[in-house]
């Protein structure tokens, strides 16, 4: 069974750009989560999605960051512009969404870089 | 607040026993993981606790004590392909994951 799948791996830009990251979970997972993980920390979440529907997007900054997850299946998470700050690993995960408890299952992530 | 507490580095010898400890304090309590994660790649699950007392699986074992807010991870036979970070994590009453930073665990031959 395919694990979660993100692309770019690794991603370069300068400040002030737009930048977008792909993600698709194991097949027949509900729940997809946006992680951001800075060196020598744990994952922070940014949001989590039931399906199509955002349930937490408490600690999203929504001033430049935005996703979407249409049909409920593979997910986008853009910045826009980029800052310095935002340089950082950012990890996709899924849970089967049959329970609250569910294990989550990560992808390698995302390594940005922002000059 | 919410605040998980790991060590940030630890050392032992290959074929040898670590314990790595983690101490929480978090709004309510929904069970505790732990995560294996190696430079550069994703967390990988290794156990979940929710009970009270000890999960063995293979040379991973894993002890929860929610009176004293407390769980450990034990590995056994170490090899040096366990050299990597351990990150404990707690689900609070929102089911939400708690992260704590992490240990780092550097085996030695």
């Known amino acids: 069974e395919a694990g979660v799948v993100q692309s770019p791996r690794y991603k370069i830009i300068e400040k002030k750009q737009p930048v977008a990251f792909w993600c698709n979970p194991i097949?027949?997972?509900?729940?997809l989560y946006w992680y951001r993980q800075n060196l020598g920390q744990g994952p922070e979440l940014l949001i989590r999605?039931?399906?199509?529907?955002?349930?937490?997007d408490s600690q999203l900054p929504k001033d430049r960051f935005s996703a979407e997850r249409l049909k409920g299946v593979d997910s986008t998470l853009k910045i826009q512009p980029a800052e310095l700050g935002d340089s950082a690993v950012y990890l996709c995960?899924?849970?089967?969404?049959?329970?609250?408890?569910?294990?989550?299952?990560f992808g390698p992530g995302t390594r940005l870089t922002v000059l | 607040g919410q605040n998980i507490d790991q060590p940030t580095e630890m050392t032992a010898t290959e074929g040898a026993i670590v314990q790595i400890n983690c101490t929480y304090q978090t709004s309510g309590f929904n069970g505790l993981f732990w995560y294996q994660q190696h430079a550069g790649e994703a967390p990988t699950f290794l156990s979940y606790n929710v009970l009270d007392g000890l999960e063995e699986k293979g040379r991973f074992s894993s002890f929860l004590s929610r009176s004293k807010g407390y769980s450990y991870l034990l590995l056994k036979e170490l090899q040096m392909k366990d050299s990597a970070s351990y990150l404990c994590?707690?689900?609070?009453?929102?089911?939400?994951?708690?992260w704590g930073a992490g240990t780092k665990l550097i085996i030695k031959p």
């Open positions: 995960a899924s849970s089967p969404g049959q329970s609250d408890t569910d294990t989550q299952y």
């Open positions: 097949s027949g997972h509900n729940t």
């Open positions: 994590a707690v689900m609070d009453s929102n089911y939400q994951l708690i």
């Open positions: 999605y039931e399906n199509e529907e955002a349930v937490d």
